[in-house]
């Protein structure tokens, strides 16, 4: 067997080839997109149309097309105008740092399959930790997502905080963790997952400004255990995904204490902030959770999907997955950090330590600084915005880069107004010079913009509430409403 297809699969002449007039192309799209040479955050597409095109160029495409026809048909993340859903424009060094990770493919679970990216993940969590206050004990880990981290972060919570051995053993009585109501639904799914069920996920009301309604847990913590649900965890959103508005962490820190509960704080989006002297303070607490998850991808620049799950006590990562509670011998023993599949729920991983290593390397933490201290201001001063246009109105003052908001000009009820307000991001979607997206809070259709790109300016967020109004007092119009021009 001469193997022709497989040499040429790994014909390091046609890599470098292919790689340089792809990087050429990248750079020109970062360029065209940054600079907004193409007019679109989006052209959009209805799936089935999409669907054909990909089918027939299969078989009829140009290969030589094909880099560029997959860059040009999406969403472009690094236009100005995409103020839609929480992921970064990767910071360009970092897709470079992700072709490492592509190419030398190291499986990660342990030292041997990827030795200078276990020590890197340690050198990066290591700076994580600290920055969170936390002490020597403190240890994290990266792992593929914040949804996993999330699910990997309360498995550690019932192994240390539920005396009997239920990895081993299943469930013998009902459990329970408290979260609030406007927590990421994948805390949820977490829950179900470990099989706590609906009755055992202790959905605590938010307050009129969307945080954890503090003033309830004790109600509610009592609530669940005369039920006989004994209660091993509370999580607080740092900030809750919808609106952008954190939790109260020190008064669960506190609440957490008195009841000896595992405090875990969701910061996939928000964590961030650790970097922020001017915001760090919406994180005050968060040295005290035993556990903290910050997304890379999401307000740190990074490619997805890279998360960071810390531990207050890193002892406990040890003993998540651990067949016996062993994690104390381990302890006394020597501890081997560099294993890393010891702790995280997948086994092969992707290097991901290299893009946080990369970026603290060539421009150093304060990148982090800059990135979310920028974003947040930019967020509340679209808050500032809204305010100041009579035809329009906030969910909630905006404490992060994430604003909620929606058109409210006119006699319309709530019904007719979500109906306007989702017609107009469709139209927003279709149109495709900005991509913004929607969530419903209480029944109530708000369209959501989160500021991602440090390069989104005012005039941009002006342009994109003329361009609302535009639209909404076309659509109002044509359904015949009353309505006063301005
Ligand atoms: C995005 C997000 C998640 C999910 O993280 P993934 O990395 O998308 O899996 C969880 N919690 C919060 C608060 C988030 O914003």
């Known amino acids: 067997m001469k193997k022709q297809l497989l040499k040429a699969v790994y014909d390091s002449e046609e890599f470098r080839k292919k790689g340089h007039i792809l990087i050429d192309q990248l750079a020109n799209h970062l360029a065209d ?41 999406t969403t472009y993340v690094h236009h100005p105008h995409y103020i839609g859903h929480q992921v970064s424009p990767a910071a360009p060094i970092t897709a470079l740092s992700g072709m490492i990770s592509s190419l030398l493919n190291n499986g990660m679970a342990v030292y041997e399959m990827g030795m200078a990216p276990s020590a890197i993940e340690r050198v990066v969590t290591d700076i994580l930790c600290k920055k969170v206050g936390y002490g020597d004990a403190s240890r994290g880990f990266l792992t593929s997502g914040g949804t996993l981290a999330n699910l990997t972060a309360l498995l550690a919570a019932r192994k240390a905080k539920v005396a009997y051995d239920i990895w081993n ?24 997952i470990m099989g706590l069920g609906e009755k055992g996920i202790i959905k605590v009301p938010a307050t009129d400004g969307y945080e954890m309604n503090i003033s309830l847990l004790e109600n509610y913590y009592r609530e669940a255990t005369e039920k006989g649900i004994q209660i091993f965890a509370i999580v607080g959103s740092a900030p809750s995904t919808a609106t952008g508005v954190y939790d109260n962490l020190e008064a669960i820190a506190a609440f957490s204490q008195k009841y000896h509960l595992w405090f ?22 968060v040295e005290k959770a035993d556990s903290l998850v910050i997304d890379g991808h ?14 207050r006590e890193g002892k406990h990562a040890n003993a998540t997955f651990s067949q016996k509670a062993e994690y104390l011998l381990t302890q006394a023993d020597h501890e081997d950090w560099y294993n890393s599949g010891k702790r995280t729920f997948e086994c092969t991983k ?43 109105e906030l969910a909630v003052a905006p404490v992060s880069n994430i604003v909620c908001f929606r058109y409210v000009k006119g006699s319309l009820d709530t019904e007719a107004l979500n109906n306007l307000n989702a017609k107009v991001r469709q139209h927003l979607l279709e149109d495709g010079k900005f991509y913004i997206v929607q969530t419903k809070l209480r029944g109530v259709h708000y369209l959501r913009v989160t500021v991602m790109n440090p390069f989104t300016t005012s005039q941009h967020l002006r342009m994109l509430l003329k361009k609302i ?18």
């Open 350 to 392: 992707n290097m991901m330590s290299i893009h946080w290593y990369t970026l603290i390397k060539a421009y150093g933490e304060g990148v982090f600084d800059e990135y979310v201290t920028h974003l947040y201001d930019m967020g509340r001063f679209f808050g500032e915005m809204v305010k100041e246009e009579p035809a329009f």
């Open 298 to 311: 999401k307000m740190m620049m990074m490619p997805t999907i890279t998360t960071a799950l810390l531990m």
């Open 264 to 285: 875990h704080v969701d910061g996939a989006h928000g964590g961030a902030a650790i970097f922020s002297k001017k915001y760090r303070h919406t994180l005050a607490g």
């Open 469 to 486: 109004r535009t639209y909404a007092e076309e659509v109002s119009s044509q359904l015949n409403l009353t309505h006063r021009s301005f």
């Open 169 to 192: 053993e299943g469930h013998s009585e009902s459990l329970g963790i408290i979260v609030s109501e406007e927590a990421h639904y994948c805390v949820d799914r977490a829950a179900k």
């Open 33 to 73: 997109k940054l600079q907004e040479k193409s007019k679109n955050a989006i052209y959009w597409n209805e799936p089935e149309e999409e669907l054909k095109f990909w089918q027939d160029f299969l078989s009829t495409g140009d290969e030589k097309a094909m880099f560029s026809k997959i860059t040009e048909r």
